[in-house]
């Protein structure tokens, strides 16, 4: 709630407060209560001047108020910059109303976030602003982090409310939140606390012979990608983590070879659909479903396929790659995946298709493989995968779901989770369409203080569902602010993360930590005591990054451009070039192999009928068919540009009417 103050004007005062926005005028005084009405006062008795009805592109509609003769109230509330009115920190003022007709009023609110300097709506931070940003994120990782192991280590997650240690049901590993939260550690350069950690897992964990059923896509990403992150900071001296003489013997990737052996045997015979359980030390569960998630089967490639690389061993990469191609070969002759498959029959028993719940990171790990590996064959089942989200499932700004065979909308609704999709659009160069999405998703965010889990972007309404009602500290939006920040050099991306931060430390700080919220439909944010590993491994290294990043001009390291990391689904970095490095024949030959090892790089020209897009791979240019079905797509190249360099400006560059023979 803002201090109340009074901005004045002839016969006209302005009054800031929180949750409603006053104006006195001409004698009377009014109030605009968002989403709810517009009142009218010249007594204690209000005149209801409208009621919510909808969003337009540059205001709200309040339409049904009280009787006015024949009529009822109606008010147009238009949002506009009125740059400086009532301070930097107020969001909304109700600056000025009229009535130009008869009953039909127009309203002005001013809203600081649409003074823009940059495409996210909002306006460029100060050096010294995005200075104490960072030191105020370093202090709620610490208070997070010293929370869980004063409270809950060794114990998989912290409850921050109740302040003691909680399971975590999908995978109970003692000690997970701190593997999960190493690399963390190591981004903020803490060298004593990065060794402490490290020493306590070992402390903890000779191996992972444990009677435990586990998730093997939570326990793929969470503790095994923690094991292989920190283990690279760990071993390698040049990060600097080997100070003070610390000793280090390959604790964490002995520990990560022998989690990678007993959940590889989630895979049927070293090949197929993995199942979604394996009990770590008898392996598959009997009576376990043969049912997998298309996220949850295809997005163990990144981990698996480091543990190949740093072990030698090239069987987990080989298998857990197959099995996102498996997934990959059954899509629609539209080019979409569904939700859920059955692994013995390959018949999909979910043909909803989206981007969030459930496939999010599949589309993330085969462009995150190719980007390790060079796997064309990855790049290849991106491009193509990538094209058909953008045909049939984007509407616009937003991505709902849609039938894996036919694109016929199925629900209108946006998730969470899918604010992953802009940073991997950064990633491919697509800038405009990641902005334009980031912009839309912080409508959400404005409108509930959060990204809850689900959110109808037609009638801008938070989901019925309870779970649609929560905020699970996730780090999605985060993380796509990250990239797009640092693609676009634009600043003014870091006033949003500013948003994200006081929105944390205001709902969801306890004196234990920090703590996921529900009931954002009721504008309540309960605290639920869950803080999910993820909020140290992830959000608060997003938001690190986000401000840290932006201080100087190289920026943070583990974004240098030079020396390029990917991170994972679970925000573990690995260094692209010391991977690519270890790429032995013996893995490149155990990966599929791509049509784009074939491609010539010879000058190519596409039919005059094509349309010519920017290329999402940095090494072509690509023109496109307008997509109709999966078979009418049909691509060509131009000349191989340089190693790394993003094609930002197509200009001048045309299709003509000859097409290789390759492509037909």
């Known amino acids: 709630m803002h201090a109340l103050r009074f901005v004045l004007f002839t016969t006209l005062v302005v009054e800031c407060v929180g949750e409603s926005y006053k104006m006195r005028k001409d004698g009377y005084t009014y109030e605009w209560h968002p989403k709810e009405a517009v009142r009218q006062y010249h007594s204690s008795v209000p005149v209801v001047l409208g009621r919510y009805e909808k969003e337009l592109n540059d205001g709200q509609m309040y339409t049904n ?68 940003l960072r030191e105020e994120t370093r202090e709620m990782f610490y208070h997070a982090y010293n929370s869980y192991m004063t409270h809950a280590f060794p114990a998989a997650e912290l409850r921050p409310v109740s302040c003691q240690g909680g399971d975590f049901s999908f995978s109970d590993i003692p000690g997970l939140t701190l593997i999960d939260t190493l690399d963390t550690l190591a ?170 719940t459930n496939t999010d990171s599949f589309y993330e790990y085969l462009l995150k493989v190719y980007m390790l590996s060079g796997s064309g064959a990855s790049w290849e089942m991106f491009e193509e995968s990538y094209e058909a989200v953008m045909a049939f499932i984007a509407d616009g700004d937003w991505y709902p779901d849609v039938h894996m065979k036919t694109g016929e909308l199925q629900r209108q609704r946006a998730e969470g989770l899918l604010a992953f999709w802009p940073g991997l659009q950064t990633l491919i160069g697509d800038h405009a369409s990641a902005a334009n999405t980031m912009n ?16 109808d972007y037609k009638l801008r309404s938070v989901g019925s569902n309870p779970v649609d009602q929560s905020y699970l500290l996730r780090p999605e939006f985060i993380e796509s602010l990250v990239y797009l920040r640092k693609a676009t050099n634009d600043n003014s991306w870091l006033r949003a993360g500013k948003e994200v931060l006081e929105s944390i430390q205001t709902f969801c700080r306890t004196p234990c930590g920090y703590t996921s919220v529900e009931n954002l439909r009721d504008g309540k944010a309960t605290k639920q005591d869950l803080m999910p590993s993820f909020f140290l491994s992830e959000t608060a290294k997003y ?81 496109l068919a307008t997509m109709k079905s999966h078979t009418a797509r049909r691509r060509c190249c131009t000349a191989a540009t340089p190693a790394n360099s993003y094609l930002q400006d197509t200009a001048g560059v045309g299709c003509s009417t000859q097409f290789s023979d390759l492509d037909k």
């Open 65 to 132: 108020g009280d009787t006015c003769g024949a009529t009822k109230r109606s008010t147009f509330v238009q949002l506009k910059c009125c740059d400086g009115v009532c301070g930097d920190e107020d969001r909304y003022v109700l600056y000025d109303i009229k009535e130009p007709k008869p009953c039909q009023y127009e309203a002005v609110v001013c809203d600081a976030m649409l003074c823009a300097e940059g495409p996210s709506s909002g306006k460029a931070l100060s050096l010294n602003e995005i200075r104490k």
């Open 440 to 455: 839309a998703l912080m409508s959400i965010w404005r409108d509930a203080y959060f990204l809850p889990e689900g959110y």
């Open 187 to 356: 981004i903020l350069d803490d060298v004593p606390q990065f060794q402490k950690g490290v020493d306590a897992v070992l402390d903890i964990l000779d191996d992972f012979d444990f009677d435990l059923n586990v998730s093997v896509f939570e326990t793929t990403i969470r503790a095994l990608g923690g094991l292989l992150s920190a283990h690279i900071f760990a071993s390698t001296p040049k990060y600097g983590f080997t100070a003070g003489g610390w000793r280090y013997s390959d604790g964490l990737l002995h520990l990560a070879v022998d989690l990678a052996e007993r959940l590889s045997a989630a895979f049927p015979e070293d090949q197929g659909i993995p199942y979604g359980t394996v009990n770590l030390r008898y392996g598959v569960p009997e009576g376990e479903t043969p049912v997998a998630s298309v996220a949850g089967a295809g997005s163990l490639s990144v981990e698996f396929l480091i543990v190949s690389l740093l072990s030698g061993n090239e069987k987990y990469g080989r298998i857990a790659v197959h099995a996102s191609k498996l997934l990959f070969d059954f899509r629609s002759h539209i080019g979409l995946v569904g939700k859920h498959i059955n692994a013995k029959t390959m018949e999909w028993t979910e043909t909803g298709s989206g981007i969030g």
């Open 543 to 623: 938001l690190y990054l986000l401000f840290d990043d932006a201080l100087t001009k190289e920026g943070h390291w583990v974004l240098s451009p030079s020396d390029p990391w990917v991170f994972s689904t679970e925000a573990h970095p690995y260094p692209i070039k010391a991977m690519q490095n270890l790429v032995t024949p013996n893995i490149s030959a155990s990966l599929p192999e791509g049509i784009l090892t074939a491609r010539p790089s010879a000058l190519r020209e596409c039919p005059a009928e094509q349309l010519w897009v920017q290329s999402y791979n940095p090494y072509y240019v690509v023109c």
